[in-house]
């Protein structure tokens, strides 16, 4: 199964943008990059995933290398409710008809005054 | 709109009970999945639906069972409840292929369930 590498936390200052790093060197072709969040107590909230190009929308923008063997989330203006663990995730292979997700361990994303 | 509603939010269990907890969406979704989250941890995936009358299992099906008898609806039952199932359990759904493959999963907010 395709796997994902996230540095276990981070911090952002207020007010500044917020650049999630992830790894998933092991991607195919046809598989989608899909970030999820969870905050506190509360189930995880879908942010924004992708292909080959870059994506944005109202939450977040998603930079994918031109390999796909990396990725990068980017809050731009980050508040203290965006603080949470963001998932990276690689559709299990073959899972099209399934739509199975694994999740990791996350990154912890702690936004501070 | 409603999206995914998970019933009860809470529930402490004596080790051998049972209990149904159950996951109700009115988005229309075809797929629908049971994961459980222990503390520091991801989710794990139990077992899921890809329609009406259809389950599989996932990551850690053991010790749980499922049924989907109507598509709004999915139940997932503890038959002998033990403490090694103390977590918290999401449910999630999503449209399916091939309408729509890659549409995200819309989660409930969880069953927080200890098992004394």
């Known amino acids: 199964d395709a796997k994902t590498t996230q540095p276990t936390s981070m911090d952002c200052a207020e007010g500044r943008a917020a650049n999630l790093p992830c790894n998933h060197s092991t991607i195919s072709g046809n598989e989608y990059v899909y970030w999820y969040r969870q905050i506190h107590s509360q189930g995880p909230q879908y942010i924004i995933h992708g292909l080959k190009n870059n994506e944005t929308n109202e939450m977040a923008s998603l930079i994918i290398t031109e390999d796909r063997k990396s990725s990068t989330l980017i809050l731009p203006h980050a508040t203290l409710r965006d603080t949470a663990v963001y998932y990276c995730i690689v559709r299990v292979p073959g899972s099209s008809n399934t739509g199975k997700l694994i999740f990791g361990q996350g990154t912890t994303l702690q936004v501070k005054p | ?116």
């Open chain 2, 1 to 116: 709109n409603a999206g995914v509603t998970q019933t009860p939010k809470f529930r402490v269990l004596k080790t051998g009970q049972s209990m149904t907890l159950l996951c109700a969406q009115d988005m229309n979704h075809e797929y629908m999945y049971w994961y459980r989250q222990d503390p520091g941890m991801g989710l794990r995936l139990i077992h899921y639906s890809v329609g009406e009358g259809t389950t599989a299992k996932g990551e850690v099906p053991d010790g749980y069972n499922v049924s989907r008898l109507k598509k709004q609806n999915f139940l997932l039952g503890l038959e002998s409840a033990a403490p090694s199932q103390t977590s918290v359990y999401f449910c999630a759904s999503s449209y399916g292929y091939p309408s729509t493959p890659h549409q995200p999963q819309h989660f409930g907010d969880g069953t927080r369930l200890s098992i004394l």
